[in-house]
């Protein structure tokens, strides 16, 4: 198996790199912090690139391809903490397109900015369709959807959901009295429909906690498989991006490991700095390897795509969070103050933690497909 990227695959990430290098993500993450207003819109970059149709079919206005080429972005994204509308936008331009919205290409176009409420699939965990909580661990139920010929009415709360502030549209998903689920294109202007923008930790993530008190849109033709798949993109989504944030925070450890001397030797030379990075890069191994098995279920493992996508969430997610400390514990004094970037990392690791389910929620799915056996099947012997 050739498990390398194709030439259109290397050209995407390099072109998405080249995008990314022309804004300065990380400088205008610090400011940020004290100036929310300093964080560059990105939803112009993701349009010009082409990114916002990049899971739309090419008969409607989009690129036709999959979720691995936008973790490709994504990765890419995470290299320099650029808040990208990918984790809204992508997920809402795949279901607009998989339920046949009218809507579809001029998401693709970047003429109208969509971005998706998260919703979890059950497990035998926990049996219903949840949605982010506004306070406390407690996931409440998805909202209440009731369906008149083509037009669905949702009334519940969403917390925390990643770029619906900006959104003109916004893809609901909600539960009909029989708990099957139901996606809708909902104007984000239309009655009922109360958006909360904020900015919490990471000022890199641009969340919305919306409210809806009957609000309408239009139903979007989709099953209960299709509409998940939303769940598990997302999941691979930020598991790529936490690849990108891992691949700069090591180069980042390694060049200063090598130049920083006490008592006269390179503190990379000392076994708690040396132990530390390796770490980081076993680490970092081993949530690119399933980056790279959620990307092939996607394309050819159906049946594994909530395996695949919850488990590298799982460790990319954990890989993350270890890489952030241990980024700040091998630059010291410095790397616990502002003169440095490793607390921006820090912050995105802590908030990925816990957005969209967080990894620990990933972690719960992938012994809930292994236990009932949902995950890959393993011959020994």
């Known amino acids: ?37 300093a964080l560059p819109d990105m939803w112009p970059t993701a349009a010009e690139a082409g990114w916002l149709g ?14 691995y080429d936008a973790m490709l972005i994504a990765q890419e994204a995470g290299k ?15 279901l607009l397109d998989l339920g046949g919205s009218d809507k579809t290409e001029a998401v693709a176009a ?19 369709w949840t949605v982010e909580p506004v306070e406390g ?5 998805a909202p209440a959807a009731t369906v008149d010929g083509d037009t669905v009415s949702f009334t519940g709360t969403v917390g925390w959901a990643p770029d619906a502030g900006e959104a003109d549209l916004l893809v609901v998903i909600g539960v009909d009295s029989s708990g099957e689920p139901i996606a809708a294109a909902v104007e984000a202007s239309a009655s009922g429909v109360t958006v909360d923008a904020d900015w919490r930790y990471d000022a890199t993530r641009r969340l919305a906690t919306v409210t809806l008190a009957g609000a309408s849109g239009t139903k979007l033709d989709l099953d209960a498989v299709q509409i998940a798949r939303a769940w598990y993109l997302v999941q691979a989504l930020i598991a790529a991006e936490s690849v990108g944030t891992m691949e700069t925070a ?6 200063y490991a090598k130049e920083r001397y006490t008592f006269g030797r390179a503190i990379g030379s000392y076994q708690a700095i040396k132990h530390g990075i390796v770490e980081i890069l076993r680490r970092l ?7 790279i098995y959620t990307g092939f279920a996607f394309s050819d493992k159906p049946d594994e795509i909530a395996y695949a996508a919850s488990c590298a969430r799982s460790v990319a997610g954990a890989g993350l969070d270890f890489t952030a400390r ?18 921006l990392t820090f912050r995105r690791a802590q908030l990925n933690r816990r957005l969209v389910g967080g990894h620990g929620m990933s972690t719960d799915r992938v012994a809930d497909e292994l236990l009932n056996g949902r995950g890959p099947v393993v011959s020994v012997g």
Do not use: Y
């Open 326 to 343: 241990q980024q700040i514990a091998v630059h010291g004094g410095i790397g616990a103050t502002w003169e440095h970037d490793a607390p």
């Open 137 to 141: 661990m407690a996931r409440p139920d």
């Open 80 to 94: 320099v903490l650029a808040g990208v509308p990918l984790l809204g936008a992508l997920p809402a331009s795949m």
């Open 285 to 291: 191994e081993n949530s690119k390897s399933l980056c």
């Open 1 to 37: 198996m050739n498990l390398g990227l194709s030439d259109e695959q290397e050209f995407l990430r390099d072109a998405a790199a080249d995008a990314f290098s022309r804004v300065k993500t990380v400088e205008a993450a610090r400011e940020a912090i004290e100036d929310e207003s």
């Open 110 to 128: 970047g003429e109208l900015k969509a971005s998706w409420l998260p919703a979890c699939p059950p497990s035998s965990i926990e049996p219903r």
């Open 54 to 67: 990049l899971l739309v079919s090419e008969e409607n206005g989009g690129a036709g391809l999959g979720a």
């Open 250 to 255: 090591l180069e980042v450890c390694l060049e």
